[in-house]
T-cell receptor, first 110, second 109 residues
């Protein structure tokens, strides 16, 4: 079974803090994705990566950056957290055509 | 403009009822997915289909490629079916995914 894990289920941070969200997959997938999910808006793609050290902007990359130093790990970074980044963050990995999701991190920025 | 539209947004049903959730899409696809998300966040894949119909237990998914429409049916609904159901499609190239905003289902005992 594919396993995608995220570093935290719940996180509370203060405005201006630097936040790291980590995602690890164990299926040797080349593709990894970060989404945020907000009520009424569904899943929106922040960044994705097709290979180590490779990243591509998704639909809403502003305020975020990513890092992929190893194939199994994809990190999402909020350089200076703001209250409008309070959301559910979901990581996914996949082969072409299908994605497997992690359990999500509910981030609250106060 | 959303590439994937779902209806209804919210649905409340009595236990035992037959439930249908609809999904329409506007892009060319290689596959359509039905996902389930329980409170707490984790998303699991229920079905991936590119034609016809699939059945798993009390869940049935159908797709009409010509009409760009899919339905998810739940027979004999149960309170444990309460969740958000998300329709998603994979692009023809296989490297883009588009998601509907989800249907929140509550099944009352």
């Amino acid at each position: 079974d594919v396993k995608v894990t995220q570093s935290s289920r719940y996180l509370v941070k203060r405005t201006g803090e630097k936040v790291f969200l980590e995602c690890v997959q164990d299926m040797d997938h080349e593709n990894m994705f970060w989404y945020r999910q907000d009520p009424g808006l569904g899943l929106r793609l922040i960044y994705f990566s097709y290979d180590v050290k490779m990243k591509e902007k998704g639909d809403i990359p502003e305020g975020y950056s990513v890092s992929r130093e190893k194939k199994e790990r994809f990190s999402l970074i909020l350089e200076s957290a703001s209250t409008n980044q309070t959301s559910m963050y979901l990581c996914a990995s996949g082969d072409p055509y299908e994605q497997y999701f992690g359990p999500g991190t509910r981030l609250t920025v106060t | 403009k959303n590439e994937v539209e779902q209806s209804p947004q919210n649905l409340t049903a009595q236990e035992g009822e037959f439930i249908t959730i609809n999904c329409s899409y506007s892009v060319g696809i290689s596959a359509l997915h039905w996902l389930q998300q329980h409170p707490g966040g984790g998303i699991v894949s229920l079905f991936m289909l590119s034609s016809g119909k699939k059945k798993h237990g009390r869940l049935i998914a159908t797709i009409n490629i010509q009409e760009k429409h899919s339905s998810l049916h739940i027979t004999a609904s149960h309170p444990r079916d309460s969740a958000v159901y998300i329709c998603a499609v994979t692009s023809l190239t296989g490297n883009q995914f588009y998601f509907g905003t989800g249907t929140s289902l509550t099944v009352i005992p």
